[in-house]
């Protein structure tokens, strides 16, 4: 990490304990956004737990009863969820966000469009989760979730164990896509974490759950696009095709 991202790391630890302390602010305020971003510094340790359905995941200590439920009913439901990735350090998120970059910084700007630059993530909370279908051809972290069975499952049960979808399709946060990662606000501290986020930039989850199932029930599907990108699509009770996600919001 160079200079600049460093710089502002050193600002969010303060920058987060402000954002508890203060009511959120309109959205023309001056939100101190790193790359449609906000900062989240890092929860204490002694705050997380072990969740125990899914080794190697721990979460904030409030949220793992409403993980395992969560987990539990998609169960019943015959859907085997599993999640690959819950809290992770700034330090982790570091490494996360420089994968495979010979000069992170240099990419910052198109890496952040689905990796939040370390100290702006909100897996450092404790209250944000990746979840992953078990079984099935799509990868983990891939627009392709939200036509899979559990990413369908998420998008109508989710919010009956608390959690809302960080950042939906054409986002006012202006972060790409991600069907898979789902944010805990089942409590007034976890909401508060989020205020800004909510205040500012809503998660619409409705407008997904009507078009990705689709009034007559028939399944979305990936289609390729005249242009060449992958657009996810499902058919409108008039036989049109409905946009759920375009090209621009691949994963680069
Ligand atoms: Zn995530």
Known sequence: ??????????????????????????????????FNHLPYG???????????SLPGCSMAREAVFDVERLLAAAR???????????????????????????????????????????????????????????????????????????????MRRAAEFGFELSFPAGNKQGVGWE???WRWVGAPTARARFALAQANFPAVPAVQ?????????????LETAPGGGIYAVSASRWGAAILLASSATLRP
């Open 209 to 221: 759950i009507k078009t990705a199932a689709g009034p007559e029930g028939r399944p979305p599907s």
């Open 42 to 52: 890092e929860t204490v340790t002694a705050e997380l737990l072990p969740v125990p």
């Open 76 to 154: 019943a439901d015959g859907i085997a969820l599993g999640a690959v990735s819950c809290f992770r350090s700034i330090q982790h998120q570091r490494r996360v966000f420089c994968a495979g970059a010979g000069n992170c910084d240099a990419v910052a700007a198109l890496r952040a469009r689905f990796v939040a630059p370390p100290g702006y993530s909100e897996h450092a909370t404790g209250y944000a989760i990746d979840f992953v279908q078990r079984s099935g051809d799509c990868r983990a972290v891939e627009q392709c979730f939200a036509l899979t069975q559990g990413g369908q499952w998420l």
């Open 1 to 34: 990490m160079r200079v600049p991202i460093l710089a502002l790391l050193l600002l969010a630890p303060l920058a987060a304990r402000a954002e508890e302390d203060t009511p959120p602010q309109p959205a023309t305020a001056s939100v101190a956004r790193l």
């Open 179 to 181: 069907p898979w990662h």
